[in-house]
């Protein structure tokens, strides 16, 4: 009865590890749509925001950009609850570009809410 209880659990072992492997397994390139990886472009305006790759040109109206966010290495712009464009903070030259960036998007948010702007609203 305790071997057929071990192999059982065995098994289930078995299954289990198949079952997380298939679930998480790595994302490779090759099996990703064109434009995902590589060089992504993003230009902002007092109109858009806009990102441009190699097959793709969007643009999003600033009464549809969710908020900007940053931590110690990104900066992080919401075009939906669960999408951001995620800009590596090394992209830029200097810290002052970062934050002068942060500060201008914070802003056309802001001015596309009707918001009045507020100094403490784009820290």
């Known amino acids: 009865m305790i071997v057929v209880g071990l192999i059982g659990w065995i098994s289930l072992y078995a299954l289990w590890r198949l079952f997380l492997r298939a679930r998480f397994s790595t994302v490779h390139p090759e099996k990703l749509p064109p434009g995902v990886l590589g060089n992504h472009t993003i230009e902002i305006s007092e109109k858009c925001l ?30 939906g609850m669960l ?19 942060h500060h201008l998007v914070n802003t056309y948010i802001h001015k596309a809410r009707g918001k009045r702007y507020r100094a403490q609203d784009v820290v």
Not at 51 to 70: H, L, M, P, R
Not at 83 to 99: N, R, S
Request: glycine share 2%.
């Open 50 to 79: 806009r990102e441009t790759t190699d097959v793709n040109d969007t643009a999003y109206a600033w009464e549809n950009i969710g908020a900007i966010e940053q931590d110690e290495q990104y900066l992080y712009i919401f075009v």
């Open 83 to 101: 999408c951001a464009y995620i800009i590596p903070k090394q992209a830029f030259t200097t810290i002052d570009e970062v934050q002068a960036f």
